[in-house]
Structure formats: C-alpha cells, structure tokens
C-alpha cells in the first residue's frame, strides 16, 4: 500500500487529482490544504509520494516542495499550469522533484506518479545502504582503535594486534567488533583506576 500526500487548494483541479489518484485500489490518500497542513501531516506521517498542485493559499508550492526534498524521502509531484512548468522545473528538479504540466494528461500523470514511487525506492534502498556503511565504519573504527590499545599497552605489533582480535573473535565464537569493545572496556578502566 502507498500512502500519498495530496497538497492543494480545494476546487475542481484538487477533484480530478483524487479521481486520478483514486484509480489504485491500494493507496491511501491524505489531503492538506495549505503548506502548515502539509507540513504538520508531515512531522506525523511518513508518505511514499506528494503530490502539490500549485498554486497553494497565497504560495506558489516551490518552496514547500524544496523543503520536502530536504528533508522527507517521499517522491515528489509538483503540479503546475504548462506555461509556468518550465521556470519552476529549473527551481525544483535539482532537488529531484519531477513536474507535471497542466493540464494534466492522465496516462503522462500515471507515468509520472510511477516514476516518482520508483525513484522513492531508490531512496530508501540508498538511506538503508547509507546506514549499514555508517555502521561498518563505526566498527571498523572501534577494531583499530582495539589494536592501538593493544600496541599501546601490550607492546604488540600491529600484525600481531590483529591476529590477537582474530584469534579472541574466533575462540569466543563472536565479531572482532565485541573483542575489540571488550579491550577498549578493560584498559579504560585499567586507565581510570591509575
């Protein structure tokens, strides 16, 4: 199931969106009528696509859909009439948000809305990536900062530092990382009673 963001005035342009929308049986649409809605609906809810149809109360949308980008990982749609598509895509597609001209043609609209789920995918499978590199390096960083306390303290070579979380990771039957926390553990309390 995908959970949308409908951000638009109320009026006949919001209507044919939700009946366009409203086609996939499998989505769950929520609307906002103005730009402190969208962004309250926001902090409280996390939503696969926004979709903005410009103009909003008084705004244009540019500015809300740059600050979408910024900070959420839903796709974004940015609805606008065809004579504007042009100078706001130069605003907002650097940012990764796709425009769409108005009037809306249904099969381009689909098309677009597909390719904003794709990309949305794209995303999450990059901030998950992102995540587990972080991590990797996190551990990374405590195994060496093991070894220096082994060279340190037990005057080893860094080779035979490394050997020795090796040799402890395989005995105990757990990751280098948990011998190399254990170490750090016992020379900071070593360090601290001194």
Request: proline share 2%.
């Amino acid at each position: 199931m995908k959970r949308i963001l409908l951000v638009s005035r109320k009026g006949k342009s919001k209507d044919m969106l939700v009946q366009l929308l409203g086609m996939d049986s499998t989505a769950q649409i929520a609307a906002a009528y103005t730009e402190g809605d969208a962004i309250n609906l926001l902090e409280k809810n996390e939503y696969d696509l926004v979709i903005i149809n410009s103009p909003l109360e008084g705004k244009t949308g540019v500015e809300l859909a740059i600050y979408i980008a910024e900070k959420y990982t839903a796709g974004i749609l940015f609805a606008v009439q065809n004579k504007y598509a042009d100078a706001v895509s130069l605003k907002v597609e650097p940012y990764g948000v796709l425009v769409v001209g108005k009037p809306i043609v249904r099969a381009f609209f689909n098309q677009a809305v597909r390719f904003a789920e794709v990309t949305n995918h794209r995303v999450m499978a990059l901030k998950e990536e992102k995540l587990q590199l972080q991590l990797k390096l996190e551990e990374m960083s405590i195994i060496n900062r093991g070894k220096c306390v082994l060279i340190q303290h037990l005057s080893m070579s860094e080779n035979q530092a490394h050997k020795y979380i090796e040799k402890q990771a395989m005995d105990l039957r757990t990751s280098k990382y948990q011998v190399a926390k254990q170490i750090l553990k016992a020379y900071e309390q070593d360090v601290l009673i001194r």
